[in-house]
T-cell receptor, first 111, second 114 residues
Framework: AQRVTQPEKLLSVFKGAPVELKCNYSYSGSPELFWYVQYSRQRLQLLLRHISRESIKGFTADLNKGETSFHLKKPFAQEEDSAMYYCALRRYGGSQGNLIFGKGTKLSVKP | EAGVAQSPRYKIIEKRQSVAFWCNPISGHATLYWYQQILGQGPKLLIQFQNNGVVDDSQLPKDRFSAERLKGVDSTLKIQPAKLEDSAVYLC????????????FGPGTRLTVL
């Protein structure tokens, strides 16, 4: 079964501290992994995708197929990073583009 | 460019009533998705359209939910009759095509069933 697991409902860190939001997935084929973010009173938006291998707003995520993980990391958290973060997967190259989401992790960055 | 539009933003109804949601995707986007997000959960796909055809509706409760995209542009999602467990945010998303393109989400419609 296809599944995305985000073990932490809430993650609270202080400004300037490193942050890691965990994501594990279960998928039998070749998945495409994403991180979506939803800031307060804004719509859900793409943060980054594993095939781009880029850093967005200081965040990076590496796909580890051996551990079936796609953890989101940032070395120095900022208050504006406070938001809801969702990990999602999609079958790579498929015509069905729908995303399978985890339950989300709320990140709170304290001053 | 204008984003995905949805209306209404909020709706409160009583159980067994009917309700409809409307979505207008980004211009030129062939693929349209409806997701249901229950409180504390991530979004879950209900139905995916490619132009005016259904690609995936395997998780749509067809006894009460229906959706259409007649002209391949905007779409409506209907619930008839509503149940308490239908209380959720209904998100519409669109992308250029299905395969590798980014999905852009609308603001959602928050439905409360009393």
């Amino acid at each position: 079964a296809q599944r995305v697991t985000q073990p932490e409902k809430l993650l609270s860190v202080f400004k300037g501290a490193p942050v890691e939001l965990k994501c594990n997935y279960s998928y039998s084929g070749s998945p495409e992994l994403f991180w979506y973010v939803q800031y307060s009173r804004q719509r859900l938006q793409l943060l980054l995708r594993h095939i781009s291998r880029e850093s967005i707003k200081g965040f990076t995520a590496d796909l580890n197929k051996g551990e079936t993980s796609f953890h989101l990391k940032k070395p120095f958290a900022q208050e504006e990073d406070s938001a809801m973060y969702y990990c999602a997967l999609r079958r790579y190259g498929g015509s069905q583009g729908n995303l399978i989401f985890g339950k989300g992790t709320k990140l709170s960055v304290k001053p | 460019e204008a984003g995905v539009a949805q209306s209404p933003r909020y709706k409160i109804i009583e159980k067994r009533q009917s309700v409809a949601f409307w979505c207008n995707p980004i211009s030129g986007h062939a693929t349209l998705y409806w997701y249901q997000q229950i409180l504390g959960q991530g979004p879950k796909l209900l139905i995916q359209f490619q132009n005016n055809g259904v690609v995936d509706d395997s998780q749509l409760p067809k006894d009460r939910f229906s959706a259409e995209r007649l002209k391949g542009v905007d779409s409506t999602l209907k619930i008839q009759p509503a149940k308490l467990e239908d209380s959720a945010v209904y998100l519409c998303a669109s992308s250029l095509t299905a395969g590798g393109n980014e999905q852009f989400f609308g603001p959602g419609t928050r439905l409360t069933v009393l």
